[in-house]
């Protein structure tokens, strides 16, 4: 999408597939509502080339996982695991295992580098 405002304005979220998400985000917990204000401040504030790099190094393009998406994906297998998520220590074992299981999995695939090509393609797209 190549959006040209006057003076070179950095173009408004709201109305966009971001902004839409972000809406849907409000509310649901204190800790989301600071990764949406910390997104939507990314997403309206002007950037460098250096600083556009940086960002999309450190949002999704680090091939060792050591970026934000890693960060969720470390977190999601943490939220779906008992020993490290207390309130599911009540469930039954199997649920608890297939709650564990399936974190683990998406965690997993959160993680897995190929997700990561295309941001560290868009990177490297700068410099040349």
Do not use: F
């Not at 040209?4 to 409000?26: C, I, K, R, S, W």
């Not at 949002?59 to 998520?85: E, F, Y």
């Amino acid at each position: 999408m190549h959006v040209h405002t006057g003076d070179n304005a950095v173009p408004p979220v709201t109305g966009t597939e971001l902004g839409d998400v972000l809406e849907d985000l409000e509310g649901v917990h204190a800790g989301i509502d600071l990764i949406r204000d910390g997104l939507r401040l990314l997403a309206l504030d002007r950037h460098d080339l250096n600083t556009t790099q940086v960002l999309l190094a450190t949002l999704a393009g680090s091939p060792d996982g050591t970026d934000v998406l890693g960060a969720v994906g470390q977190l999601v297998g943490r939220l779906a695991n008992a020993d490290t998520n207390p309130c599911l220590r009540d469930l039954p074992l199997d649920r608890q295992e297939s709650s564990r299981k399936h974190g683990w999995t998406a965690s997993y695939e959160l993680l897995d580098p190929d997700l990561r090509d295309s941001a560290s393609n868009a990177n490297a797209a700068i410099d040349q």
